[in-house]
């Protein structure tokens, strides 16, 4: 059981992109040159998988289009992104992206790219409680024909790498100009309502894992079984080895569940099994450092507690996970 436990809490901090972003190789997707004139645009974007025409299931972690600037060749470009809890750095394209206007798990993402392809690589570092940092790949596709110019222009398609361009009409001196009418300062602006991510492709996900659920517990059963029949030394290790897998990829379904549920009593219980596992850490170094009796003895305490509030802690993430896998 204990193991098992120690099993689940690995399993959270990964489940979130190596499971949701994958790295399935597949043939990939045709990269064409961004071509956009200066101004301010909405441009459809897709998560990819590395390397991959696949669209990834963490798609429905960021909004599915980018606010992007241009202005002579630079291309500034902002997401919206509901993992922020997660993601320590993203590099998009080679460049840092900087992370603004955060609240709770929501965040804006905001890189600086030079004519940028359709296809962008994505490396983003993660915090993974219980195993550090790691880093994951993907990549976003952008739609820069599909752009559509929100400022700076007439409401229409933004010009392509394959449209023509239609001049401006020069301005006619003898024609006097309609004054612009002032803002109103006493008039309030309406705030922007942030995208929240795409419902459906959540439902997906949350299908998918309640899917494998089921499948990896229908498992479980199929190997007891086998255990039970088995004759042999050989047969009997091989069933242990094939119950043993199907048990880590059932708690791996469960923690999948749990943080697609985005509940956050899941993400209070695993903040607990951190701080427990910081202190058992620090106590094992002050034992390893003790010179005299008294400050081993003092520290074996202090190890024996901390090691006491990780089991409770890990036992109540567990209880939780399970409520809300339901």
Do not use: C
Not at 75 to 94: E, F, H, M, R
Not at 122 to 133: D, I, K, S, Y
Not at 162 to 185: E, H, I, L
Not at 292 to 312: C, D, E, F, I, Y
């Amino acid at each position: 059981m204990k193991k098992r436990n120690i099993s689940l809490i690995q399993w959270f901090a990964t489940a979130f992109f190596v499971f949701l972003i994958g790295l399935t190789m597949t043939s990939p997707a045709k990269a064409d040159q961004a071509n956009l004139s200066d101004g301010t645009y909405t441009v459809p974007v897709t998560l990819l998988k590395a390397g991959s025409s696949s669209t990834s299931i963490a798609n429905s972690f960021f909004t599915q289009t980018a606010n992007v600037k241009v202005t002579g060749g630079t291309y500034q470009i902002q997401l919206q992104t509901s993992g922020a809890d997660y993601i320590t750095s993203v590099t998009v394209g080679g460049q840092p992206v900087h992370e603004e206007d955060k609240s709770g798990s929501n965040a804006n993402l905001t890189v600086n790219l030079t004519n940028p392809s359709d296809l962008v690589p994505v490396t983003f570092g993660l915090q993974v409680p219980g195993l550090g940092t790691m880093n994951q790949s993907a990549q976003f596709q952008f739609k820069w024909s599909s752009a559509t110019r929100t400022q700076g222009s007439t409401p229409e398609a933004a010009t392509s790498s394959n449209a023509t361009a239609t001049p401006a009409t020069p301005v006619n001196p003898s024609q006097p100009t309609t004054p612009t009418k002032p803002v109103n300062p006493s008039q309030p602006t309406t705030p922007t309502k942030p995208v929240n991510p795409s419902q459906p492709k959540h439902q997906l996900a949350v299908k998918t894992a309640k899917a494998q659920l089921a499948k990896t517990k229908a498992q479980i059963a199929k190997y007891q079984k086998a255990l039970k029949k088995a004759k042999t030394t050989k047969a009997k290790t091989q069933a242990r080895k094939n119950l043993k897998k199907a048990e880590t990829s059932f708690s791996k379904a469960e923690l999948n569940l749990a943080l697609l549920n985005n509940n956050k009593a899941v993400k209070a219980a695993q903040t607990k099994v951190n701080k427990a596992k910081a202190q058992v850490t620090k106590y094992q170094k002050a034992l390893k450092k003790a010179k005299t009796t008294k400050a081993k003895t003092q520290a074996r305490k202090n190890l024996k507690k901390a090691n006491s509030s990780l089991t409770k802690a890990q036992k109540a993430l567990t209880k939780v996970i399970k409520t809300n896998i339901k």
